[in-house]
């Protein structure tokens, strides 16, 4: 059966800890670019935390709003890519980026109006020992090419083997990319939307949910769950 994975996320859940964003750069190898290169605009987090405010002065509320790549069924950096790079992947429905093939273009970072795709500008470097933190099942990618927030594809596919080595489905709930793995307050639901049984199908088909910028026609894939008032 082919794949459609998807996330929701509950606003009304987050808390803004941040728990997610130290998660996804420990699972996927990201570097930390410095103070200098964040002012130049270099920062680099395949997911980040945004703040809003809600209500009216003076009832007002900080609320958080977790944003990676949204992995979209029509997805703009696709078609822009020279080399094929970035493209959709039948086997799991997702935006995936082939990082050998890219040349460094960033025609894919104009193109996404979610502002998650990343250039490396430098070659990696951890200091001792930080470097033996660094996960092997997940590539280092070298100056000049394009990444991004991949669902943690890594971890898709160990689920998958495993799965088809004891001939079965992959169980709803079994998947967690780290970023759902380590949210205290579990505001990031993980799962299956080809299946219509599945956590996330349901969350996707909720009355509070919207997708960012959706009427872009991007088509996401990951439901945002508005907040509920409190009495």
């Known amino acids: 059966?082919?794949?459609?994975?998807?996330?929701?996320?509950?606003?009304?859940?987050c808390t803004g800890c941040?728990?997610?964003?130290?998660?996804?750069?420990?699972?996927?190898?990201?570097?930390?670019?410095?103070?200098?290169?964040?002012s130049r605009g270099r920062a680099m987090h395949w997911i980040r935390v945004e703040r809003y405010f809600e209500g009216e002065f003076p009832e007002v509320s900080m609320k958080y709003r977790?944003?990676?790549?949204?992995?979209?069924?029509?997805?703009p950096c696709e078609p822009v890519c020279p080399?094929?790079?970035?493209?959709?992947?039948?086997?799991?429905g997702l935006n995936a980026q082939i990082y050998n093939r890219c040349i460094g273009t960033r025609y894919c970072a104009n193109a996404c109006p979610y502002n998650v795709r990343f250039f490396d500008f430098f070659n990696p470097v951890w200091d001792k020992?930080?470097?033996?933190?660094?996960?092997?099942?997940?590539?280092?990618?070298?100056?000049?090419?394009m990444e991004k927030?991949?669902?943690?594809?890594?971890?898709?596919t160990a689920a998958t083997i495993t799965a088809e080595a004891e001939k079965?489905?992959?169980?709803?709930?079994?998947?967690k990319p780290a970023c759902v793995q380590s949210c205290p307050s579990?505001?990031?639901?993980?799962?299956?939307?080809?299946?219509?049984?599945?956590?996330?199908?349901?969350?996707?088909e909720s009355p509070r949910g919207s997708k960012l910028l959706e009427d872009l026609g991007t088509a996401p894939k990951v439901t945002y769950l508005q907040g509920v008032e409190h009495a």
Not at 18 to 38: D, F, K, R, S
Not at 129 to 145: A, K
Not at 186 to 204: C, I, M, N, Q, T
């Open 1 to 13: 059966m082919a794949h459609r994975w998807g996330m929701a996320v509950d606003l009304d859940r």
């Open 18 to 38: 941040g728990a997610c964003v130290t998660a996804c750069h420990a699972e996927n190898n990201i570097p930390t670019v410095g103070e200098l290169q964040a």
């Open 66 to 75: 977790p944003v990676m790549c949204q992995q979209c069924d029509a997805a």
């Open 83 to 92: 080399t094929y790079a970035s493209h959709h992947s039948e086997e799991t």
């Open 129 to 145: 020992p930080l470097h033996l933190q660094l996960n092997p099942d997940v590539s280092i990618r070298e100056v000049g090419v």
């Open 149 to 156: 927030c991949t669902f943690c594809v890594q971890r898709i």
């Open 168 to 175: 079965r489905e992959v169980k709803d709930g079994e998947v």
């Open 186 to 204: 579990k505001a990031l639901v993980f799962g299956d939307l080809a299946d219509p049984e599945s956590e996330v199908s349901r969350l996707a």
